[in-house]
């Protein structure tokens, strides 16, 4: 039984079979993001009223950095993940969706190296 109309098998529409993929990859992105964020929360709660030579101390400690590196990793996939779903469901245009996919690639991955590098030269000590 094949639940296609005539005129999406002539077109070759359908399911491209790399959707379940990406809903467990958001789910396991967002599970991960669970521990992380709590522990940021708390780790900015800490944190808060400290002064800048102590913020960065605790941030070169190995196990700060290493978290902080994971939610990064963490939070700007995830929501890689997030945008690209909504642009791939709003936007009609084949041209406007691959551009708008591409640029939000970009930023995320832009803005991701940028932070994990702040992290890492704050970690090496530099």
Known sequence: MNLQSPLARVRGLGSAKTGLHHWWLQRLTA??????????????L??????YATVVAWLARPLNAILMLL???????HAVLGVQVVIEDYI??????????ILVKFLALLSG????MAVLKIYSGL
């Open 71 to 77: 939610f990064i990793i963490a939070l700007y996939y």
């Open 46 to 51: 800490v944190v808060i009223s400290a002064d």
């Open 92 to 101: 009609n245009s084949k041209r406007q969706r691959i551009a708008c996919l």
């Open 113 to 116: 190296l940028s932070a994990a």
């Open 31 to 44: 599970l991960a993001l669970i521990p992380l964020s709590l522990w940021f929360t708390y780790s900015l």
